[in-house]
Structures are given as C-alpha cells and as structure tokens.
C-alpha cells in the first residue's frame, strides 16, 4: 500500500486543506522501486487525464530525478484549496483511478507564490 508522508511536520495537508483563499500549487515529492516506475506513470497519467476535467484545475506536470532515479516531482496549479478539495474528495474520480504502486511514498504540500522584490511576482 502506497506511504503517505507530510512534507512539513509542523504544518500537515489536512491543515493545509482547511484553508481557503486563491490560487495553489500542490507539491508532490513522488518516490518508487525501479521495478513500478511504469506502473507510477500509469496511475499519474490516468489520474491527471481525470483531474483535468474538474473545476478549478489549471495545470499539471511531473518531472524525473536524472539518471534513472526513483523520485519524481509532481506539481499541479488549482485555482483554489477548495477546488482542489472537492476533486480530491469526489468519490467518481476515485473509483476510476488506476493503482500506485505498493513502494510508492508520497509527500504532498501545498503552496502560493510569494512576491520576492526585485526577482519574483506573487
């Protein structure tokens, strides 16, 4: 069965799902035996071809550590925490979803942009 593992200790998603408030992008730090990389990229097309469909859903896109790594970074733009609440809860998505592998640990955050004067817009 696939490891669910907070990315930040001091501030879990389940907090982090009760805010509200605009614009998120959902970090997801992905990490998988070499044998189940192909059924990982199943699961994660099937289940961003499902997402896509939902309100509120702007983009996705996975990225691979190099040199045949195991990690993998997922990254998804909502256009709110209860957007992306409401597709995470629809139980209709979750029947269709194809399985992740059992040696799958995932850790989830989510975050928004900060303005940083001089190198970054909000």
């Known amino acids: 069965m696939p490891k669910f593992v907070e990315l930040d200790e001091t501030v879990t ?3 982090q799902l009760e805010e509200g408030g605009g614009a ?3 970090v997801n730090v992905l990490t998988v035996a070499p044998a189940d990389v192909d059924q990982l990229l199943a699961a994660w097309a099937s289940d961003a071809a499902n997402l896509k469909t939902q309100p509120g859903f702007i983009s996705t896109q996975l990225h691979r550590g190099i040199a045949g790594s195991g990690t ?3 990254t998804a733009v909502w256009e709110s ?3 992306y609440r409401a597709a995470r809860n629809n139980k209709e998505l979750r029947a269709k979803a194809l399985p992740y592998p059992d040696s799958l640990t995932a850790k989830p955050h989510l975050f928004r942009k900060i ?5 970054c817009v909000e």
């Open 72 to 74: 993998f970074l997922n």
């Open 81 to 83: 925490v209860a957007h």
């Open 115 to 119: 303005a940083v004067p001089g190198i």
């Open 24 to 26: 998120i992008t959902l």
């Open 13 to 15: 998603l389940a907090q």
